[in-house]
């Protein structure tokens, strides 16, 4: 059993931020996350995409980010149980059990839920033998863009994720060749991103092709090509990945079945505090919901700040918790 004063279920950046505002109040905090690492949708789908709405920081890497809120954490010795799943949440001795898919159970006072936008599953296009090549020329999330190195790829999609994974993969001279497969004319994504596509095309550094669609895959073993069905009848292009970027399908899974009020797919809270209807159990980031909720992580960030206020008066009600600016008190971390 481990045991810590929060439990915190999301390694993402909104619960690794929780990790600091509860050192501050000399809370100790323990994250389960499904994936192998800490970072959430920033680490595991979109390392190298540019930030800009982070306080303090004109741009940031979403994979440097991640590194300086572990470097903000490290100082209050947070535990970690990574690879594993919670999938429940029991009430023990007045305070709570997790317990992971695994087995592993933790026990705290405070339960604070920062699972982001649930788990993910990506949108697939309706290609008939498209899991054949899964992991082999197909994949559906660029983590590392150098593993395109010198690769012809071809991407699907009018999004921003497509439109800015073709960009960066032309600007930072990393594909050998990149083309752009959308069904429509028009984009979905950011206008300036949308722009720099067109410009890249009309240099000739993107092949942009609309009004069309990728409805095949060829290769013996692995993807050596694709087939584009356009207007005027269907072509082949040859590649050696090829990268549908459709988005992902969230869900709750396990979340679903905690007991908590769900609206809209996500966690009703009390905006006073975001705890949700079962006491000492908060939700904070993507995960909930509210009236005029921002999905946006410096909003998460806010919502773990106060969550963790509240969080300190039930575990210690008889002390008073003084705000102290960091400021002038400077950061201690736990010896």
Request: charged share 25%.
């Amino acid at each position: 059993m481990i045991k810590t004063d929060i439990i915190i279920i999301g390694a993402g950046p909104v619960g690794l931020f929780a990790i600091f505002e509860a050192g501050l109040l000399k809370l100790r905090c323990h994250l389960i996350d499904s994936l192998p690492q800490p970072g959430g949708q920033l680490t595991e789908i979109y390392p190298k995409k540019p930030i800009y709405d982070i306080p303090g920081y004109p741009t940031v890497d979403a994979g440097e980010l991640v590194d300086k809120l572990m470097e903000q954490a490290a100082p209050f010795k947070p535990g970690f149980t990574l690879g594993e799943s919670a999938v429940s949440i029991d009430e023990k001795d007045g305070g709570f059990v997790v317990t992971t898919d695994k087995g592993t159970e933790h026990s705290a006072p405070i339960v604070m839920i920062a699972g982001g936008l649930g788990v993910f599953q990506p949108r697939k296009p309706p290609i008939e033998n498209l899991t054949d090549y899964e992991d082999k020329g197909v994949e559906y999330i660029i983590k590392d863009p150098l593993f395109y190195k010198d690769k012809r790829v071809v991407i699907a999609g009018g999004g921003d994720s497509a439109l800015d994974w073709a960009i960066y993969l032309v600007k930072e001279n990393i594909a050998s060749e990149v083309s752009l497969v959308h069904r429509r004319s028009s984009f979905r994504g950011h206008l300036d991103s949308v722009q720099q596509v067109m410009d890249l095309a009309g240099e000739g550094r993107i092949n942009l092709i609309t009004e069309a669609e990728v409805v095949g895959i060829h290769g013996d073993g692995k993807v050596e090509g694709v087939e584009i069905k356009m207007k005027d009848g269907n072509a082949r292009k040859d590649c050696d990945h090829f990268v549908p970027l459709f988005g992902l399908k969230p869900s709750l899974g396990p979340i679903a079945d905690w007991g908590l009020e769900i609206e809209k797919s996500a966690i009703k809270v009390d905006t006073r505090d975001y705890s949700t209807n079962r006491p000492g159990i908060y939700a904070i980031g993507d995960v909930n919901t509210y009236e005029g909720k921002l999905k946006l992580i410096l909003c998460g960030f806010h919502e773990g700040t106060i969550a963790l206020q509240s969080a300190f008066a039930r575990i210690y009600p008889d002390k008073k918790n003084v705000l102290k600016y960091t400021t002038v008190n400077g950061v201690n971390g736990f010896d």
